[in-house]
């Protein structure tokens, strides 16, 4: 039974989101709260499954650090993320009214499918290159440190982000591809597709994903993202997709058949990052950065 989930929890939790998304569409339904079952009742799962089937049993034991991933967590849905969806919209209609154009309809005339198609390669493109920038430039790492700083992989640290780093994805990911005014419903069809591969990323189950590793970040992919070894973790930096690290030669699937279950967490040459500290000592320890600034 372990050895068939392992294959298909990726395929089944992506099919039941996009499946969700499709009938809330047609029956015109609330798209917002679909996309949001649809991600609750994956998260739901790998919480459960990590129990049964695990990558690693001593990471489903807790290392001090559930405190910190809930607090992120709860930070990020409940205030960080509602403020930047109401801001981008917002500013979008600014910038177009300093530009006195009107109605731009620019992604919005395109179908559905591929408004979404469109918008899911731009806003993964964005993400590849803040995820990159973040790795490659000392400041930026500094608050993506946070992301890193976790001694394990499970469902629920998904979402350790300093708050920074969140909004700085978000300007480089989603914030472009507003600008070109695509559809609501595309914006909620790129979430449909993307949310289950992010709620399984950092869980803690021996999926075996097989070929959609050459589609999705997959936890088997991500996990040697999260190497200590710098020579594994600078690779795999899509978001959810892996497309733009094929196309600039970051992706890395060989490492999926490595057995050696390497450490993960922050480099050597990050040991001066309160990781061990936390939620809030970790976002105030961006003041580091201004003073030495």
């Known amino acids: 039974m ?7 929890f990726l395929g089944l939790a992506i099919a039941q989101s996009l499946g969700l998304f499709a009938l809330a569409y047609f029956q015109n339904w609330n798209l917002e709260l679909a996309v949001l079952i649809g991600t609750l009742l994956t998260l739901f799962a790998a919480i459960v499954t990590e129990r049964f089937i ?50 731009p309809t620019w992604l ?10 469109v918008v899911t390669l731009l806003i ?21 440190a946070m992301h890193h700083s976790s001694q394990r992989l499970y469902a629920i640290n998904t979402m350790r982000f300093n708050p920074l780093n969140y909004t700085l994805n978000f300007l480089i990911g989603a914030f472009p ?29 021996d999926l075996k994903s097989g070929w959609l590793n050459y589609l999705f970040s997959t936890n088997e992919l991500h996990r040697w993202h999260h190497s200590a070894d710098t020579g594994k973790a600078n690779s795999n930096y899509g978001n959810a997709i892996v497309l733009w690290d094929q196309l600039f030669g970051t992706f890395r699937i060989e490492s999926v058949h490595d ?33 030495k600034s």
């Open 177 to 205: 591809v507003l600008l070109l005014v695509p559809s609501p419903e595309a914006l909620f069809g790129y979430l449909a597709l993307t949310q289950p591969v992010l709620m399984l990323q950092h869980s803690n189950i």
């Open 259 to 291: 057995d050696s279950k390497p450490a993960v967490g922050l480099f050597e040459s990050s040991r001066n990052y309160p990781s061990n500290a936390g939620y809030w000592s970790q976002v105030a320890s961006v003041g580091r950065l201004l003073r």
């Open 54 to 103: 695990p990558y690693r049993a001593d990471w489903n034991k807790s290392q001090a650090d559930i405190k910190t991933d809930a607090t992120s967590a709860v930070v990020l849905v409940a205030i960080v993320d509602p403020l930047l969806k109401l801001a981008g919209p917002v500013a979008v209609i600014a910038i177009y009214g300093w530009l006195n154009i009107s109605h």
């Open 124 to 144: 993964e493109l964005g993400r590849y290159w803040s995820h990159r920038l973040h790795h490659s430039v000392g400041p930026f790492w500094w608050l993506h």
């Open 2 to 8: 372990s050895y068939f989930v392992s294959r298909v």
């Open 108 to 117: 919005g005339g395109m179908p559905l499918p591929a408004q979404i198609v």
